[in-house]
């Protein structure tokens, strides 16, 4: 596993980093003998200067980049917030590293930002791969060649796998156990660990698509009137008339100002009011559909399944209410 040593590491980072630590790094010999040897390869990198989501502390490896290769799978759990955010160069050698392990035949693996080593060594071009929501369309403004997928936990690519960020990299990590060692050690493995040995459906279940960015301020009274009447058979021709504009009109401007049309607009309002009441109400699911504009509960299932990948039920255990006093307001998220 790749290090990143003598940066200030964010609390993110420092789960991330161990999760394969916790999977890999304990021998588990009444599952399956012999188990995992976890290596851990830091890059050295000095006085690159502290991050100030850091935690306060840094890290040492056992080994250098150069015991990478001869690995029989490479992980990469993270990489500076810097090196994401601001396009600095990555730690110095870990390209070229990645590259020998992978001709080497190393399984090559990220979790998180890691995605952003793997296809700047080029090994994610013309391949599917994902990394955390929030960092999925810089990966693919950055790395136009690589098919990016920002609905789901994990990618497997064979060769090369990519993971979604925080508790997602342990999905990918037990699907790695349950290829190598089989469906009964990793389902004992999460068992011992207290988690799913598998979640249903993907981190679409955890994207905010309700609030979509837009610089177009003179759409804000409409759109504002649009989210308070949800419960409406809102038309674009409606939109369009309380705009005072065209529906041609109305369908370019919003396209323009949210990336979307206007009937997906509406669409991706009206589950966001559904998965704030599944999230803060105890509503029957035929009342959270009529609320939010689904009508039918048949109709909410129908649109959860296929843009949420989950069904309003599995959807409401993931994110249960919080009881009053708890300190945990409804959109708190029990995994990531």
Request: charged share 20%; aromatic share 4%; glycine share 10%.
């Amino acid at each position: 596993m790749v290090v990143t040593e003598d940066i200030d590491v964010s609390s993110w980072d420092l789960y991330e980093l161990s999760i394969p630590c916790t999977v890999f790094g304990k021998p588990q010999a009444d599952l399956a003998d012999p188990w995992y040897s976890l290596r851990l390869c830091g890059t050295g990198e000095r006085g690159r200067g502290d991050s100030p989501a850091g935690s306060g502390l840094s890290l040492r490896a056992g080994h250098g980049l150069e015991g990478l290769v001869g690995a029989d799978t490479v992980i990469v759990p993270s990489v500076p917030d810097a090196c994401v955010e601001e396009g600095r160069p990555l730690p110095g050698g870990l390209v070229t590293a990645l590259r020998r392990a992978h001709e080497a035949g190393a399984r090559m693996v990220s979790l998180c930002t890691g995605a952003f080593a793997l296809a700047e060594a080029g090994l994610l071009d013309g391949r599917r791969a994902t990394a955390h929501w929030m960092h999925t369309a810089q990966l693919a403004e950055r790395y136009p060649r690589v098919e990016v997928d920002d609905s789901v936990l994990y990618v497997d690519e064979g060769d090369v796998l990519t993971s979604a960020g925080l508790t997602a990299g342990l999905d990918l990590c037990l699907h790695l156990v349950r290829r190598d060692l089989g469906a009964r050690v990793a389902n004992q493995l999460a068992r011992r660990m207290v988690v799913p040995a598998h979640r249903p459906g993907g981190q679409a279940q955890f994207i905010d698509l309700s609030v979509p960015a837009t610089d177009d301020l003179s759409l804000a009274p409409v759109l504002d009137w649009a989210r308070a009447h949800l419960d409406r058979p809102l038309t674009v021709e409606d939109l369009a008339r309380r705009a005072a504009m065209s529906p041609r009109t109305l369908h370019r401007r919003l396209r323009a100002a949210t990336g979307t049309t206007p009937l997906q607009w509406l669409l991706n309002q009206r589950l966001g009011r559904a998965r704030s009441l599944l999230e803060s109400t105890d509503l029957p699911v035929e009342k959270v559909g009529e609320l939010s504009g689904l009508g039918t509960a048949n109709n909410l299932r129908h649109h959860f399944l296929k843009q949420v990948g989950v069904s309003p039920n599995a959807y409401r255990r993931a994110f249960p209410r919080a009881l009053p006093g708890a300190g945990a307001g409804p959109g708190a998220l029990p995994y990531g």
